[in-house]
Protein backbone atom coordinates (compact mmCIF):
# COMPACT_ATOMS: atom_id res chain seq x y z
CA UNK A 1 0.00 0.00 0.00
CA UNK A 2 0.98 3.69 -0.83
CA UNK A 3 2.21 5.17 2.57
CA UNK A 4 -0.56 8.36 3.49
CA UNK A 5 -3.58 5.90 2.06
CA UNK A 6 -5.74 3.33 3.00
CA UNK A 7 -7.96 0.64 2.28
CA UNK A 8 -10.92 2.07 0.05
CA UNK A 9 -13.99 2.80 2.17
CA UNK A 10 -16.61 3.64 -0.79
CA UNK A 11 -19.81 4.07 1.59
CA UNK A 12 -17.86 6.54 3.59
CA UNK A 13 -16.67 10.13 1.95
CA UNK A 14 -14.97 10.96 5.12
CA UNK A 15 -14.41 9.22 8.36
CA UNK A 16 -13.20 9.88 11.90
CA UNK A 17 -11.51 7.12 13.17
CA UNK A 18 -10.96 7.60 17.18
CA UNK A 19 -10.33 11.06 17.08
CA UNK A 20 -9.53 13.06 19.95
CA UNK A 21 -8.67 16.68 20.34
CA UNK A 22 -7.03 18.15 23.55
CA UNK A 23 -6.45 21.86 23.43
CA UNK A 24 -4.20 23.41 25.76
CA UNK A 25 -1.94 21.67 28.13
CA UNK A 26 -1.55 20.47 31.94
CA UNK A 27 -4.28 21.76 34.10
CA UNK A 28 -5.78 24.14 31.14
CA UNK A 29 -6.12 21.25 28.71
CA UNK A 30 -10.08 21.23 27.42
CA UNK A 31 -10.78 17.79 25.49
CA UNK A 32 -13.08 19.03 22.86
CA UNK A 33 -13.21 15.17 21.47
CA UNK A 34 -13.12 12.20 23.24
CA UNK A 35 -12.67 9.50 20.60
CA UNK A 36 -15.36 10.16 18.03
CA UNK A 37 -15.69 7.89 15.05
CA UNK A 38 -18.39 8.65 12.57
CA UNK A 39 -18.48 8.47 8.93
CA UNK A 40 -20.16 10.31 6.31
CA UNK A 41 -22.11 8.38 3.66
CA UNK A 42 -20.98 8.98 0.22
CA UNK A 43 -23.96 11.01 -1.55
CA UNK A 44 -26.11 12.18 1.62
CA UNK A 45 -26.63 14.95 3.89
CA UNK A 46 -25.33 14.88 7.40
CA UNK A 47 -25.59 16.90 10.26
CA UNK A 48 -23.85 17.10 13.37
CA UNK A 49 -25.95 18.18 16.40
CA UNK A 50 -24.93 18.61 20.33
CA UNK A 51 -25.08 20.90 22.97
CA UNK A 52 -23.10 23.82 23.35
CA UNK A 53 -19.55 22.94 23.74
CA UNK A 54 -20.47 19.14 22.80
CA UNK A 55 -17.83 19.43 19.94
CA UNK A 56 -19.55 20.57 16.68
CA UNK A 57 -17.28 22.96 15.73
CA UNK A 58 -14.07 20.90 16.42
CA UNK A 59 -15.62 17.44 14.59
CA UNK A 60 -15.71 19.98 11.47
CA UNK A 61 -12.41 21.36 11.93
CA UNK A 62 -11.04 18.23 12.53
CA UNK A 63 -12.93 17.04 9.27
CA UNK A 64 -11.72 19.95 7.57
CA UNK A 65 -8.24 19.33 8.20
CA UNK A 66 -7.85 22.59 9.75
CA UNK A 67 -7.28 21.67 13.16
CA UNK A 68 -4.91 18.28 13.84
CA UNK A 69 -6.53 15.73 16.18
CA UNK A 70 -4.33 14.80 19.08
CA UNK A 71 -4.92 11.06 17.80
CA UNK A 72 -6.95 8.82 15.89
CA UNK A 73 -7.28 9.34 12.43
CA UNK A 74 -9.37 11.56 9.74
CA UNK A 75 -9.92 9.69 6.20
CA UNK A 76 -11.18 11.73 3.10
CA UNK A 77 -11.79 8.99 0.62
CA UNK A 78 -8.62 7.46 0.79
CA UNK A 79 -6.42 9.81 2.06
CA UNK A 80 -5.42 9.78 5.75
CA UNK A 81 -5.47 13.83 6.21
CA UNK A 82 -3.23 13.07 10.05
CA UNK A 83 -0.05 12.42 8.02
CA UNK A 84 -0.13 15.23 5.39
CA UNK A 85 1.86 18.61 5.77
CA UNK A 86 0.72 21.75 6.39
CA UNK A 87 1.02 22.57 2.28
CA UNK A 88 -0.44 18.98 1.13
CA UNK A 89 -3.66 20.01 3.51
CA UNK A 90 -4.15 23.40 2.13
CA UNK A 91 -3.81 21.89 -1.04
CA UNK A 92 -6.16 18.97 -0.04
CA UNK A 93 -8.64 21.74 1.02
CA UNK A 94 -8.42 23.63 -2.01
CA UNK A 95 -9.02 20.97 -4.16
CA UNK A 96 -11.20 18.36 -2.34
CA UNK A 97 -13.13 20.54 0.31
CA UNK A 98 -15.72 22.57 -0.55
CA UNK A 99 -16.73 25.34 3.00
CA UNK A 100 -19.78 27.23 3.47
CA UNK A 101 -20.00 29.43 6.94
CA UNK A 102 -22.50 31.49 8.69
CA UNK A 103 -21.18 34.56 7.60
CA UNK A 104 -20.57 34.34 3.52
CA UNK A 105 -17.27 35.84 3.24
CA UNK A 106 -17.51 36.99 -0.04
CA UNK A 107 -15.15 40.07 -0.84
CA UNK A 108 -17.13 42.62 -1.12
CA UNK A 109 -14.64 44.54 -4.23
CA UNK A 110 -15.29 41.34 -6.33
CA UNK A 111 -18.33 40.25 -8.65
CA UNK A 112 -20.43 37.67 -8.03
CA UNK A 113 -18.74 35.79 -10.97
CA UNK A 114 -15.38 36.15 -9.42
CA UNK A 115 -15.97 35.32 -6.22
CA UNK A 116 -17.27 32.36 -7.19
CA UNK A 117 -14.71 31.33 -8.69
CA UNK A 118 -11.58 32.54 -6.87
CA UNK A 119 -11.03 28.92 -5.74
CA UNK A 120 -9.94 27.99 -9.45
CA UNK A 121 -7.55 31.30 -9.22
CA UNK A 122 -6.26 30.11 -5.85
CA UNK A 123 -5.82 26.97 -7.43
CA UNK A 124 -4.10 28.02 -10.68
CA UNK A 125 -7.13 25.69 -12.20
CA UNK A 126 -8.77 27.02 -15.28
CA UNK A 127 -12.81 28.14 -15.26
CA UNK A 128 -14.81 25.37 -16.41
CA UNK A 129 -17.40 27.47 -17.90
CA UNK A 130 -19.95 24.64 -18.40
CA UNK A 131 -19.48 23.71 -15.02
CA UNK A 132 -19.77 26.88 -13.94
CA UNK A 133 -23.12 28.11 -16.27
CA UNK A 134 -25.17 24.66 -14.65
CA UNK A 135 -23.91 25.66 -10.57
CA UNK A 136 -25.01 29.04 -11.24
CA UNK A 137 -28.03 27.77 -12.42
CA UNK A 138 -28.92 25.20 -9.77
CA UNK A 139 -28.48 27.47 -6.99
CA UNK A 140 -30.31 30.01 -8.68
CA UNK A 141 -28.44 33.11 -8.86
CA UNK A 142 -27.38 32.99 -12.87
CA UNK A 143 -29.07 36.58 -13.26
CA UNK A 144 -26.57 38.23 -10.18
CA UNK A 145 -23.23 37.39 -11.76
CA UNK A 146 -21.95 40.64 -12.37
CA UNK A 147 -23.66 42.04 -9.03
CA UNK A 148 -21.23 42.31 -6.29
CA UNK A 149 -22.08 40.74 -2.56
CA UNK A 150 -23.32 44.40 -0.92
CA UNK A 151 -25.98 44.37 -4.19
CA UNK A 152 -27.67 40.78 -2.96
CA UNK A 153 -29.88 39.88 -0.23
CA UNK A 154 -28.41 37.50 2.54
CA UNK A 155 -30.20 34.07 0.97
CA UNK A 156 -28.49 35.26 -2.19
CA UNK A 157 -25.10 35.99 -0.95
CA UNK A 158 -25.56 32.30 0.71
CA UNK A 159 -26.33 30.98 -2.60
CA UNK A 160 -23.17 32.82 -3.96
CA UNK A 161 -21.00 31.05 -1.17
CA UNK A 162 -22.38 27.63 -1.78
CA UNK A 163 -21.27 28.16 -6.29
CA UNK A 164 -17.99 29.08 -4.71
CA UNK A 165 -17.96 25.93 -2.54
CA UNK A 166 -18.97 23.33 -5.47
CA UNK A 167 -16.89 25.45 -8.34
CA UNK A 168 -14.27 22.86 -7.42
CA UNK A 169 -16.30 19.97 -7.72
CA UNK A 170 -14.96 18.97 -4.23
CA UNK A 171 -15.82 15.55 -2.62
CA UNK A 172 -17.73 17.06 0.44
CA UNK A 173 -19.01 20.29 1.07
CA UNK A 174 -18.98 21.15 4.88
CA UNK A 175 -21.55 24.05 5.87
CA UNK A 176 -21.24 25.86 9.67
CA UNK A 177 -24.19 27.16 10.61
CA UNK A 178 -25.37 27.93 7.17
CA UNK A 179 -28.34 29.45 7.89
CA UNK A 180 -27.43 31.11 11.20
CA UNK A 181 -28.12 34.60 9.96
CA UNK A 182 -30.94 33.88 7.35
CA UNK A 183 -34.30 34.37 8.07
CA UNK A 184 -36.70 31.42 8.48
CA UNK A 185 -38.02 31.56 4.82
CA UNK A 186 -34.86 32.11 3.27
CA UNK A 187 -33.10 29.48 5.66
CA UNK A 188 -35.44 27.11 4.25
CA UNK A 189 -34.92 27.85 0.45
CA UNK A 190 -30.73 27.89 1.27
CA UNK A 191 -31.60 23.99 3.01
CA UNK A 192 -33.87 22.88 -0.29
CA UNK A 193 -31.19 23.56 -2.31
CA UNK A 194 -28.51 21.78 -0.25
CA UNK A 195 -30.62 19.01 0.11
CA UNK A 196 -31.14 19.21 -3.68
CA UNK A 197 -27.70 19.11 -4.56
CA UNK A 198 -27.14 15.57 -2.69
CA UNK A 199 -30.41 14.22 -3.87
CA UNK A 200 -29.66 15.51 -7.87
CA UNK A 201 -25.93 15.38 -8.16
CA UNK A 202 -24.93 12.79 -5.48
CA UNK A 203 -23.10 15.94 -3.56
CA UNK A 204 -21.83 14.80 0.05
CA UNK A 205 -22.94 17.22 2.27
CA UNK A 206 -21.96 18.27 6.13
CA UNK A 207 -23.55 20.44 7.86
CA UNK A 208 -23.52 21.33 11.60
CA UNK A 209 -26.21 23.03 12.67
CA UNK A 210 -28.25 24.02 16.14
CA UNK A 211 -31.80 24.04 14.90
CA UNK A 212 -33.93 21.06 14.78
CA UNK A 213 -35.61 21.88 12.10
CA UNK A 214 -32.56 22.93 9.37
CA UNK A 215 -31.27 19.25 10.92
CA UNK A 216 -34.38 17.90 9.51
CA UNK A 217 -33.36 18.24 6.08
CA UNK A 218 -30.51 16.06 6.32
CA UNK A 219 -30.26 12.44 5.66
CA UNK A 220 -29.39 11.29 9.16
CA UNK A 221 -28.22 13.30 12.06
CA UNK A 222 -24.66 12.36 14.41
CA UNK A 223 -25.24 14.08 17.84
CA UNK A 224 -22.19 14.60 20.27
CA UNK A 225 -22.26 14.49 23.59
CA UNK A 226 -19.10 16.00 25.74
CA UNK A 227 -16.87 15.55 23.12
CA UNK A 228 -18.22 11.77 22.19
CA UNK A 229 -20.29 10.11 19.55
CA UNK A 230 -23.89 10.18 21.34
CA UNK A 231 -25.92 7.88 18.16
CA UNK A 232 -27.32 8.65 14.66
CA UNK A 233 -30.77 9.37 13.60
CA UNK A 234 -31.45 8.52 10.27
CA UNK A 235 -34.87 10.80 8.34
CA UNK A 236 -34.83 12.95 11.33
CA UNK A 237 -37.80 14.78 11.99
CA UNK A 238 -37.58 18.10 14.05
CA UNK A 239 -39.57 16.69 17.35
CA UNK A 240 -37.39 13.63 16.72
CA UNK A 241 -33.95 15.83 17.03
CA UNK A 242 -35.72 18.01 19.67
CA UNK A 243 -36.19 14.82 21.71
CA UNK A 244 -32.38 13.60 21.60
CA UNK A 245 -31.11 16.63 22.29
CA UNK A 246 -32.97 17.44 25.20
CA UNK A 247 -32.07 13.96 26.33
CA UNK A 248 -28.59 15.24 25.84
CA UNK A 249 -28.36 18.01 28.06
CA UNK A 250 -28.48 21.98 27.44
CA UNK A 251 -28.56 23.30 23.81
N1 LIG B 1 -9.06 26.75 20.49
C1 LIG B 1 -9.54 26.26 21.63
N2 LIG B 1 -8.83 26.34 22.77
C2 LIG B 1 -9.28 25.83 23.93
N3 LIG B 1 -10.48 25.21 24.07
C3 LIG B 1 -11.24 25.10 22.97
C4 LIG B 1 -10.83 25.62 21.70
N4 LIG B 1 -11.81 25.37 20.80
C5 LIG B 1 -12.79 24.74 21.48
N5 LIG B 1 -12.45 24.57 22.77
C6 LIG B 1 -13.25 23.89 23.82
O1 LIG B 1 -13.57 22.60 23.32
C7 LIG B 1 -14.90 22.25 23.67
C8 LIG B 1 -15.70 21.97 22.38
O2 LIG B 1 -15.82 23.19 21.66
P1 LIG B 1 -16.59 23.30 20.27
O3 LIG B 1 -16.46 24.71 19.83
O4 LIG B 1 -16.09 22.23 19.37
O5 LIG B 1 -18.09 22.97 20.70
P2 LIG B 1 -19.46 23.26 19.93
O6 LIG B 1 -20.31 22.06 20.13
O7 LIG B 1 -19.17 23.67 18.54
O8 LIG B 1 -20.03 24.48 20.77
P3 LIG B 1 -21.14 25.60 20.38
O9 LIG B 1 -22.41 24.88 20.08
O10 LIG B 1 -21.24 26.40 21.65
O11 LIG B 1 -20.58 26.38 19.22
C9 LIG B 1 -15.45 23.41 24.47
O12 LIG B 1 -15.28 23.10 25.84
C10 LIG B 1 -14.58 24.56 24.06
O13 LIG B 1 -14.49 25.52 25.10
Request: proline content about 4%.
Amino acid sequence: MVSGTVAVDTAHALRLESVRKVYGSGSNAVTALDGVTAGLRRGAFTAVMGPSGSGKSTFLHCAAGLDRPTSGRVLLGDTDLTGLSENALTELRRQRIGFVFQAYNLIPSLTVRQNITLPLRFAGARVDEDWLREIVARVGIAALLDRRPAELSGGQQQRVAIARALVTRPEVLLADEPTGALDTRTGRQVLDLLRGLVDTVGQTVLMVTHDPVAASFAHSVLFLADGRFAGELREPTPDQVVRRLTGLGEW
